[in-house]
Nanobody, 128 residues
């Protein structure tokens, strides 16, 4: 079993920054990629970014490209999402997810069904 725990959410004004963390643990934790998704009230879960553990290849949703950066610390089994220039429309619960199954390209992991484990989520609220 794999456990994912997100942290770092909160309330921030538009234009501000937050850094989310996702700590992974569990028996012989080993995943091929980690992703971030978000879900606003009444909306479907939306892809934000993904990173491959080996090599660090990344892919971003167009809505966050240039503002958000995904990174990982392999030694700590932790993935980060640095969010800059935040907008009110970024308000959502942010989830991290782990892909255990093998992958070819990270840009194929834009759907929730491509992931095997999920965290409980952390709330991000951006005020205007």
């Amino acid at each position: 079993q794999v456990q994912l725990v997100e942290s770092g959410g909160g309330l921030v004004q538009a234009g501000g920054s937050l850094r989310l963390s996702c700590a992974a643990s569990g028996r012989t934790f080993s995943s091929n990629a980690m992703g971030w998704f978000r879900q606003a009230p009444g909306k479907e879960r939306e892809f934000v970014a993904v990173i491959r553990w080996s090599g660090g290849s990344t892919y971003y949703a167009d809505s966050v490209k240039g503002r958000f950066t995904i990174s990982r610390d392999n030694a700590k089994n932790t993935v980060y999402l640095q969010m800059n220039s935040l907008k009110p429309e970024d308000t959502a619960v942010y989830f991290c997810a782990a892909r255990i199954r093998t992958i070819a390209f990270v840009n194929t992991l834009q759907g929730p069904g491509g992931y095997d484990y999920w965290g409980q989520g952390t709330q991000v609220t951006v005020s205007s």
